[in-house]
């Protein structure tokens, strides 16, 4: 049995998230599931809502949900923790400056946090930053208990490089994608592979690669924004159960994932490669690469400057 906890569970990833894990998607068909869902007061009604259509999906493996407001109890006897509660970017805005507003929100819960065991990732932007709060906040939590997802960036990168090179994701392996999840991200075309081959042997088009490629994974949050008038909710609901699955199951053989992980040398959670929860360490870059690193992890460093007193 184990009981998964969603903040923010009324909003749009919430509702995009819990009845997948309700169903057993994420844990898998043998793992009874409490679900704890926290939400501020004022959403409390609508989460009522959820919990009644959670009822009435009838899922066999769901034992019990917990609801409310008050972030100590309900993270009390929790698992795996799901931080999505936290206030989206509208147009014309980048991630970064949700941070005083959703900042806040990671030193209560952090605060609030007693396991030692929990896993816990955070899903709410400016998310690497939120989890740096967290992780000085949660005094009990081991940093290496706590996550950014970068999945949702990860996957990004898979389906356009599948779609350049006509083939099915399933055939794109070991993307991972740097730094921060801002415009400031690094995804790796040195280091994946398109059906066994490097991925530049198989594109050959490094101006597409070091230009649209890039691009199109950077900004695909803003277009989904300006397309939708909404952040992007089903995608990265799928990424927050990947991301899970990532770190509870085993990491196939010939592939990696993406994860934003706390560096103790830069107190910083940085998207990095990982293979079976330990991180990949032996990548070359190109030196265009190695210089977009360093614009993310200065992009990395102000954004914990201007959050010192969370800290
Ligand atoms: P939303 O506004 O639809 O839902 C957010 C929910 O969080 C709301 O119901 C709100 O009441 C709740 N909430 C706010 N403060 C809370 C608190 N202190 N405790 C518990 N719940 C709280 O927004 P959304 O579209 O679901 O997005 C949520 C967050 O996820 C945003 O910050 C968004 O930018 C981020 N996001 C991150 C990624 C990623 O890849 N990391 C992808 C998509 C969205
Ligand atoms: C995304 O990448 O889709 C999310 O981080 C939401 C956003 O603000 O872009």
Known sequence: MKRVLISGAAGQIGYSLVYRIASGEMLGMNEPIILHLLEIPPMLNALKGVEMELDD????LLQGIVTGSDPKALFDGVDIAILVGAKPRGKGMERKDLLQDNG???VEQGRAIHGKNMKVLVVGNPANTNALVLAHNAKDLPKENIRSMMRLDQ???ITQLAKKANVSVTDVKRVAVYGNHSPT???DYCNAMIQGKRATDVIQDMKWLQGDFMTAVKKRGTAIIEARGLSSAASAANAAIRSMQDWVFPTPKDDFFS???YDSKK???FGTAMHDQKVVSNL???PFLEEKLKETEKELIEEREGVRQYL
């Open 259 to 261: 994860a934003g992980v």
């Open 155 to 157: 996957n990004r990168a």
């Open 57 to 60: 999906c009838a899922y066999p």
């Open 267 to 269: 107190d910083l959670f």
């Open 284 to 286: 070359k870059l190109d």
């Open 185 to 187: 991200m690094v995804p």
């Open 104 to 106: 806040k929100i990671f």
